[in-house]
């Protein structure tokens, strides 16, 4: 995947380095963040509530968005402005006006969100209370070592992902899937996910085009694409952590399922194909 020549918007809030501070007060924000960590990446809810109160203390102050130093802040950067890129002219033919998050926000350990307490145990996640994505990029050594899966198109992957979740907060969605239920799967955490997995198929499919041709990614790049998708679907997950696969406990999808979203909205480049509430079969 070649994305360095890329225009690079410095939408990214860098708190890596300034210590993991809690939100003060927790309550309704850690029980957002806790439905959060369970609805987005099948952790625990407990677990998160746990982790949040423990954290508890002073709140962190906002750090200014720009450019950043490093590779891999770099190409968070590439990525979420390409995203951006592709996204407005889709809105715009819709007669709409496409509004990034409010910021990627790249973090150690643990930090405040408008959801509460973000810690790195949940992996990455998009926040819809203060419209930001969170990233703590130890994340891609999970990605590779616990998942299998490896290449800079899979982190690409991750990232597009989440902003795809952004979306669907820009179109009311989230509300939507939310009334569904969040465990099952036919629920509506799972058609939210898959649906995520489209759209991040689709900035794929025209990221080339949108970016003057400065991110290019070739067929290797797609499959390690899949692969990830692969990799992180519910039965590939519950039957390898533990030894049983639960589809009434799924909240993103089988393995199956999430390569066969992100593959049809890369080989459309068409939103529209990602209805995954209107589809009959997932």
């Not at 225009?7 to 029980?31: F, K, P, T, Y």
């Not at 409010?102 to 990455?124: K, R």
């Not at 799972?190 to 070739?218: F, H, K, M, P």
């Not at 519950?238 to 999430?258: E, K, N």
Request: hydrophobic fraction near 40%.
């Amino acid at each position: 995947m070649e994305w360095r020549g890329a225009r690079r918007s410095g939408n990214i809030e860098d708190r890596r380095g300034l210590g993991g501070v809690g939100v003060a007060g927790g309550g309704i924000g850690a029980l957002v963040l806790a439905a959060i960590g369970y609805f987005v990446f099948g952790i625990d809810p407990q677990t998160t509530m746990q982790v949040a109160q423990d954290l508890q203390g002073p709140t962190q102050q906002q750090v200014a968005k720009g450019q950043v130093g490093d590779a891999d802040g770099q190409f968070v950067d590439a990525i979420e402005t390409s995203n951006a890129e592709v996204w407005g002219p889709i809105f715009a033919a819709q007669g709409a006006v496409y509004r990034p998050p409010e910021s990627v926000v790249l973090y150690d350990n643990a930090t405040p969100t408008g959801c509460g307490t973000g810690q790195s145990a949940m992996g990455p996640f998009y926040c819809p209370a203060d419209r930001r994505v969170y990233l703590d990029l130890t994340f891609w050594n999970e990605l590779e070592s616990r998942f299998g899966a490896k290449g800079e198109f899979a982190r690409a992957y991750v990232i597009s992902h989440e902003i795809g979740h952004h979306v669907q907060t820009l179109l009311g969605t989230s509300e939507a899937a939310r009334r569904l239920g969040a465990k099952g799967a036919e629920s509506g955490s799972v058609r939210l996910e898959l649906q995520a997995d489209c759209y991040a198929g689709v900035w794929a499919a025209r990221a080339a085009e949108t970016s003057n041709g400065q991110i290019v990614i070739n067929r290797a790049d797609i499959e390690d694409g899949l692969g990830a998708a692969a990799a992180v679907g519910d039965d590939t997950i519950q039957s390898r952590s533990q030894g049983q696969v639960v589809p009434d406990s799924f909240t993103h999808g089988t393995s199956a399922q999430r390569v066969r979203w992100f593959t049809r909205g890369y080989e459309r480049g068409d939103p529209a194909v990602c209805d995954t509430f209107a589809a009959s079969r997932l």
